[in-house]
């Protein structure tokens, strides 16, 4: 299967002259499909250098199914249509698997491409679709050249409605926020791979810094333009909200920067990429003593940033609005 079938008609014999007709009927049997397909081909005897050639006639490989059961019979015909004769029949079993023509897989709404990662706290999800799918077939989603470590997604036996849809979790996408990723997928049958789509292209927007859908730090709690450092106890914590797409251990980075005592610029590292132990958003020990330095009436500055592909790489982490 998968290719044209050839009939071929030897045309030595006596009864075969040039010019004659030769109508041949290829039926097909066991094809999945609701009926027997029947394809009829025709071609004309014809003769080369004073030799008859042997005719060969073509079914079209879309009428060619693995594991059919074949027939093919031919009738001889003079050229205003009356018989001369007819062959026997031939049976044969097609092998091998028949090309599969599938669609991309696609983005169930409210989800839309460009796909703006922190509007969907759920994630999003994308939905093969083949109405051709047998009882026992299924479907695995596939990403053309995954981040290093990503696991193959599952293979799922399509539903009532011959589809099979597959959620893009929001550790997924963040992951691959700023990027476009391929998607396709494969059709099981029988235990192997019997088809795979076409690729699809899916763009995950980058997340802005400073996107006011992300937590603003705060200094146990206070929100207010206004900070009374010497009356911090030492067990003060910078704090955030969990933010969107929050996963425990992510890297973040925090600083303070503000103005020493003689209005000259200071800056203090609170966190440098470190995995966040907080298992509900962030809080991280204050700069006390640092605070306290700070001179009187400046301005204060608290930054905070997190990683959420999980590495630590500054460069890619995503600020969040800062707090003066």
Same mark, same amino acid.
């Given at each position: 299967?998968?290719?044209?079938?050839?009939?071929?008609?030897?045309?030595?014999?006596?009864?075969?002259?040039?010019?004659?007709?030769?109508?041949?009927?290829?039926?097909?049997?066991?094809?999945?499909?609701?009926?027997?397909?029947?394809?009829?081909?025709?071609?004309?005897?014809?003769?080369?250098?004073?030799?008859?050639?042997?005719?060969?006639?073509?079914?079209?490989?879309?009428?060619?199914?693995?594991?059919?059961?074949?027939?093919?019979?031919?009738?001889?015909?003079?050229?205003?249509?009356?018989?001369?004769?007819?062959?026997?029949?031939?049976?044969?079993?097609?092998?091998?698997?028949?090309?599969?023509?599938?669609?991309?897989?696609s983005l169930v709404a409210p989800a839309i491409?460009?796909?703006?990662?922190?509007?969907?706290?759920?994630?999003?999800?994308?939905?093969?679709?083949?109405?051709?799918?047998?009882?026992?077939?299924?479907?695995?989603?596939?990403?053309? @050249?995954?981040? &290093?470590? !990503?696991?193959?997604?599952?293979?799922? =036996?399509? %539903?009532?409605?011959?589809?099979?849809?597959? #959620?893009?979790?929001?550790?997924?996408?963040?992951?691959?926020?700023?990027?476009?990723?391929?998607?396709?997928?494969?059709?099981?049958?029988?235990?192997?791979?019997?088809?795979?789509?076409?690729?699809?292209?899916?763009?995950?927007?980058?997340?802005?810094?400073?996107?006011?859908?992300?937590?603003?730090?705060?200094?146990?709690?206070?929100?207010?333009?206004?900070?009374?450092?010497?009356?911090?106890?030492?067990?003060?914590?910078?704090?955030?909200?969990?933010?969107?797409?929050?996963?425990?251990?992510?890297?973040?980075?925090?600083?303070?920067?503000?103005?020493?005592? @003689?209005?000259? &610029?200071? !800056?203090?590292?609170?966190?440098?990429? =470190?995995? %966040?132990?907080?298992?509900?958003?962030?809080? #991280?020990?204050?700069?006390?003593?640092?605070?306290?330095?700070?001179?009187?009436?400046?301005?204060?500055?608290?930054?905070?940033?997190?990683?959420?592909?999980?590495?630590?790489?500054?460069?890619?982490?995503?600020?969040?609005?800062?707090?003066?």
């Amino acid at each position: 299967a998968g290719n044209p079938l050839l009939l071929v008609v030897v045309t030595a014999d006596n009864r075969f002259v040039v010019g004659y007709d030769v109508i041949a009927t290829y039926t097909a049997t066991n094809t999945g499909q609701p009926a027997d397909v029947v394809v009829k081909v025709s071609g004309k005897v014809e003769a080369e250098f004073g030799q008859k050639k042997v005719l060969f006639l073509e079914v079209p490989n879309d009428k060619i199914f693995a594991g059919s059961n074949v027939t093919a019979t031919y009738e001889l015909r003079k050229p205003n249509g009356d018989p001369v004769g007819s062959s026997s029949t031939a049976n044969a079993t097609v092998t091998g698997s028949t090309p599969i023509d599938l669609l991309p897989p696609s983005l169930v709404a409210p989800a839309i491409n460009p796909i703006d990662v922190l509007a969907y706290p759920n994630g999003v999800t994308v939905r093969i679709e083949y109405l051709g799918a047998l009882k026992a077939d299924r479907a695995r989603l596939v990403e053309v @050249n995954p981040p &290093a470590g !990503s696991p193959q997604f599952p293979l799922v =036996e399509f %539903n009532s409605d011959k589809q099979v849809d597959t #959620v893009l979790s929001p550790a997924f996408l963040a992951a691959r926020h700023g990027k476009i990723m391929e998607l396709r997928w494969n059709l099981n049958r029988n235990g192997g791979q019997a088809g795979k789509s076409p690729a699809t292209q899916m763009s995950v927007l980058k997340i802005a810094d400073g996107d006011p859908r992300l937590p603003t730090p705060n200094i146990d709690g206070n929100t207010s333009s206004e900070l009374k450092v010497q009356e911090l106890t030492t067990d003060a914590r910078i704090l955030a909200v969990k933010w969107p797409l929050f996963e425990p251990g992510q890297p973040i980075w925090v600083n303070c920067a503000g103005f020493d005592s @003689n209005g000259d &610029a200071v !800056s203090k590292d609170v966190r440098s990429g =470190e995995p %966040n132990d907080s298992m509900d958003g962030l809080s #991280v020990a204050a700069p006390v003593e640092w605070l306290k330095e700070l001179k009187d009436g400046t301005e204060l500055k608290i930054t905070c940033a997190v990683n959420l592909d999980g590495s630590a790489i500054k460069a890619n982490a995503v600020t969040f609005p800062p707090r003066s």
